[in-house]
């Protein structure tokens, strides 16, 4: 069974920080490019950090630059996506997704959702006192 299972999501404080780790089964990841999207009540879902294939080329949006690394262990079938000094703002379901066959770069894959093969089912990050 193809399965993306995210982990990590709790509640932390303003200026605290999180991991959240994508795992695989039923497939391999080396094969995919990941994007790590997130959506908050009432908003629009938002791409946030994308890793690629192979090279792991990483891209981030200018939301999360410099506060968000994305990485993948391949080896382990699981990408992270560690979050420092975290906001308000970045509260919402955290959700991993996969694409394989990937051409161009992050920016594209982080705006078109509808290029993914899997997705998780969501982790719930809440950033506050």
């Known amino acids: 069974q193809v399965q993306l299972r995210e982990s990590g999501g709790g509640l932390v404080q303003p200026g605290g920080s999180l991991t959240l780790s994508c795992v695989a089964s039923?497939?391999?990841?080396?094969?995919?490019?990941i994007g790590w999207f997130r959506q908050a009540p009432g908003r629009q879902r938002e791409g946030v950090s994308y890793?690629?294939?192979?090279?792991?080329?990483?891209y981030h949006s200018d939301s999360v630059k410099g506060r968000f690394t994305i990485s993948r262990d391949d080896a382990k079938n699981t990408v992270y996506l560690q979050m420092n000094h975290l906001k308000p703002e970045d509260t919402g379901v955290y959700y991993c997704?996969?694409?394989?066959?990937?051409?161009?770069?992050?920016?594209?894959?982080?705006?078109?959702?509808?290029?993914?093969?899997?997705w998780g089912q969501g982790t719930q990050v809440t950033v506050g006192s």
């Open positions: 890793i690629s294939e192979r090279d792991a080329n990483t």
């Open positions: 997704a996969a694409v394989k066959g990937t051409y161009y770069g992050g920016s594209y894959y982080l705006r078109r959702s509808s290029e993914y093969d899997y």
């Open positions: 039923g497939f391999t990841l080396d094969d995919y490019g």
